[in-house]
T-cell receptor, first 113, second 115 residues
Framework: RKEVEQDPGPFNVPEGATVAFNCTYS??????FFWYRQDCRKEPKLLMS???SGNEDGRFTAQLNRASQYISLLIRDSKLSDSATYLC??????????????FGKGTHLIIQP | DAGVIQSPRHEVTEMGQEVTLRCKPI?????LFWYRQTMMRGLELLIY????????DSGMPEDRFSAKMPNASFSTLKIQPSEPRDSAVYFC?????????????FGNGTRLTVT
């Protein structure tokens, strides 16, 4: 099983719709989780951190399910500008010396007018 | 805040040539990461440094790759000799070491093409 797995998509979604996608991780000891966004031919940028109790930032909601080892991202009222690749990121360590983040390959989202 | 600065933005070279990629992290950030991104493999961690010391280089593909961080404000990734399969986008990223939950800040990347 790969360390971090995502459905590559593409997800084609009409503008205004709600879309959700998941990411599974293999290391049950993983401590930190993030969603990054990457636009075509650009660098990844942090979208939001994922907290144990779940968290919301405007139209975006992130959830963590430790028992099933997955995190999710929900986008409500999708905009054309939400079209991008969404990368799931897991840090298997809680701190200390070794803490390299592991990225999923990303889910490609296309919002259609 | 100037962000993470990488150079060059694009590099086209012939197989067998030496390639040097450069990175200047955000001032005050103590951790620096080198990633490689391809369509097939996604973002792969090559190596990372804490306080200029290499911590984990297990992602470096082979001996042709080497990375250095001579001081807190500069790092290089060198490929010698380069091969066509090294063609990818190479990202440098930094973050404060004190909090592993803090996000990575990526540079714009270097798009390397080896012919």
């Amino acid at each position: 099983r790969k360390e971090v797995e995502q459905d590559p998509g593409p997800f084609n979604v009409p503008e205004g719709a709600t879309v959700a996608f998941n990411c599974t991780y293999s290391n049950s000891a993983s401590q930190s989780f993030f969603w990054y966004r990457q636009d075509c031919r650009k660098e990844p940028k942090l979208l939001m951190s994922v907290y144990s109790s779940g968290n919301e930032d405007g139209r975006f909601t992130a959830q963590l399910n430790r028992a099933s080892q997955y995190i999710s991202l929900l986008i409500r009222d999708s905009k054309l500008s939400d079209s991008a690749t969404y990368l799931c990121v897991v840090n298997p360590f809680s701190g200390g010396g070794a803490d390299g983040l592991t990225f999923g390959k990303g889910t490609h989202l296309i919002i259609q007018p | 805040d100037a962000g993470v600065i990488q150079s060059p933005r694009h590099e086209v070279t012939e197989m067998g040539q030496e390639v040097t990629l450069r990175c200047k992290p955000i001032s005050g950030h103590n951790s620096l990461f080198w990633y490689r991104q391809t369509m097939m493999r996604g973002l792969e961690l090559l190596i990372y440094f804490n306080n200029n010391v290499p911590i984990d280089d297990s992602g470096m593909p082979e001996d042709r790759f080497s990375a250095k961080m001579p001081n807190a404000s500069f790092s290089t990734l060198k490929i010698q000799p380069s091969e066509p399969r090294d063609s990818a986008v190479y990202f440098c990223a930094s973050r404060p070491r004190t909090d592993p939950r803090s996000p990575l800040h990526f540079g714009n990347g270097t798009r390397l093409t080896v012919t």
